[in-house]
């Protein structure tokens, strides 16, 4: 009765008004349905929250461009507004396509209390009650529940609905920042045990041996794409021969010596620059073809060697790399790290776009060069045009993710792009009390 209780209470506050996402940005894209994520922020979060608690689905790219206007406007207006047409719903009815939406079903919930009482019916039955105390504000109900529902993860009735709930959110905003979508669309999330496809860049590495999970025997090589398979709730190790190049704990769309080694990895770092001089001096095919090619010779002398990439001296390195391929001449450090910096600005390249909100709010659009230079215009809800400006790091932040850091018309603008999930994001604040947030995607040329 718990969870209940406060369920009531929360909802209960709806007479109070509030019910603003203002959480830290959250990264998107997550491609499992339980892989934890992050709670979305802002008048964008407030927007895709509503929108999948009413249809099911996410918004157009145009509906999540004014949606996110309107919520970043107010709120708790939007969301009365988007249930208006609900009006001749009845509460009972409401309730539970709300809740279906959610994902919190009797398939999902299955605790019950101590007078083995089901809690779902429990919290169904609140939520037709709370409609009733509050008709005309059922819209700020639904987004107090949503609230709620995504801060939930980590209890024990509504956790894993929450992790569902949260990563649908996610993969529901990848879908409206893409000025493809034209409609709104139902995003399927990808179940545990799905193969996933990703693709590892030290440039293309091919040929490179791949462990999915716990396997004893390798799972397979990369192939001319780089690319390797293994289910999405699994970690991936690579290896060339038995030397272990690294691992990460799922497959990601792309993995760089950087996801190997952490947060905070650069080109420079000690242990990321001895796995790219290891792999460009074994390859068979020149680096600045934009390929490396681990031949089956060279795996096959270094089935039974080892090395640790972190604690190596560079005089053991080139005596290993001499070993597994007679002849090889090492690559130097200052070349590994050129190299290196040049794959990752690689990946930041094209052009991305989408929405900002916070005091006011409109729409951006982006080219990253491939020296990773930033370079653009933001453009106001009133038609006022500034100037993006800015530069990536080559230093990964997070999984996958690498820090920006630019100005618009002066305004600071810092954030963060995702080589995997392909999304841009982060915040704005003039200093002067006045700031908000910015979300976007790869789009089309």
């Known amino acids: 009765m718990k969870i209940l209780a406060v369920t009531l ?12 996402l203002q959480d830290t940005p959250a990264s998107v894209g997550v491609p499992s349905a339980t892989a934890k994520a992050a709670k979305l922020s802002g008048g964008a979060g407030v927007a895709l929250h509503m929108y999948q608690a009413l249809y099911g689905k996410a918004p157009s790219y145009v509906l999540m461009t004014d949606y996110t206007a309107q919520a970043t406007a107010n709120a708790s207006a939007f969301a009365n507004t988007l249930t208006s047409p609900f009006a001749n719903t009845s509460h009972t009815a409401l309730a539970k396509l709300v809740l279906d939406n959610l994902g919190v079903t009797a398939t999902t919930v299955k605790a019950v209390n101590s007078k083995g ?11 037709q009650q709370i409609f009733g105390a509050f008709p005309t504000l059922r819209g700020q109900v639904i987004l107090n529940m949503t609230n709620l529902l995504a801060d939930l993860e980590a209890d024990g009735t509504y956790g894993a609905a929450a992790v569902v709930y949260n990563n649908q ?3 529901n905003q990848a879908y409206a920042l893409n000025a493809a979508n034209t409609s709104p669309g139902v995003v399927a999330l990808v179940p545990d045990g799905t193969s996933v496809t990703g693709r590892f860049v030290d440039a293309t590495v091919v040929g490179l041996a791949y462990k999915c999970g716990n396997s004893a025997a390798l799972s397979g090589t990369t192939d001319s794409n780089g690319q390797y398979t293994c289910p999405s709730n699994q970690s991936v190790t690579f290896y060339v021969g038995g030397i272990l190049i690294g691992s990460v704990n799922s497959p990601r769309a792309v993995v760089t010596p950087l996801d190997l080694v952490g947060v905070g990895a650069s080109p420079s770092n000690q242990t990321v620059n001895n ?52 002849g090889a001449t ?39 060069d491939s020296a990773g230079q930033v370079t653009g215009t933001a453009t106001d809800s009133d038609g006022g045009v500034g100037v993006v400006t800015g530069s990536m790091s080559t230093a990964m932040s997070t999984a996958s993710s690498y820090a920006f850091n630019g100005s618009s018309g002066g305004t600071p603008w810092i954030g963060a792009l995702n080589v995997s999930t392909r999304q841009f994001s982060g915040t704005w604040d003039t200093g002067s009390g006045v700031s908000g947030t910015f979300t976007g995607m790869a789009s089309q040329p």
């Open 169 to 171: 959110a996610a993969a």
């Open 330 to 368: 090492p690559v130097t450090s200052a070349a590994a790290i050129t190299h290196l910096t040049g794959s990752i600005n690689g990946l930041f390249a094209g052009p991305f776009s989408g929405t900002f909100g916070g005091a006011f709010g409109g729409n951006w659009k982006v080219t990253v």
């Open 9 to 20: 209470l929360t909802l209960g506050l709806v007479a109070c008004g509030g019910g603003d």
């Open 117 to 127: 009482e089901s809690e779902y019916t429990l919290l169904l039955d609140a939520v």
């Open 275 to 326: 796995m790219v001089r290891f792999l460009m001096s074994i390859s068979s095919t020149a680096p600045g073809s934009g390929t490396l090619t681990i031949d089956p010779a060279v795996a096959a002398a270094a089935a039974a060697m080892s090395i640790d990439f972190a604690t190596t001296t560079a005089a053991h390195l080139d005596a290993l790399i001499g070993n597994v391929k007679p």
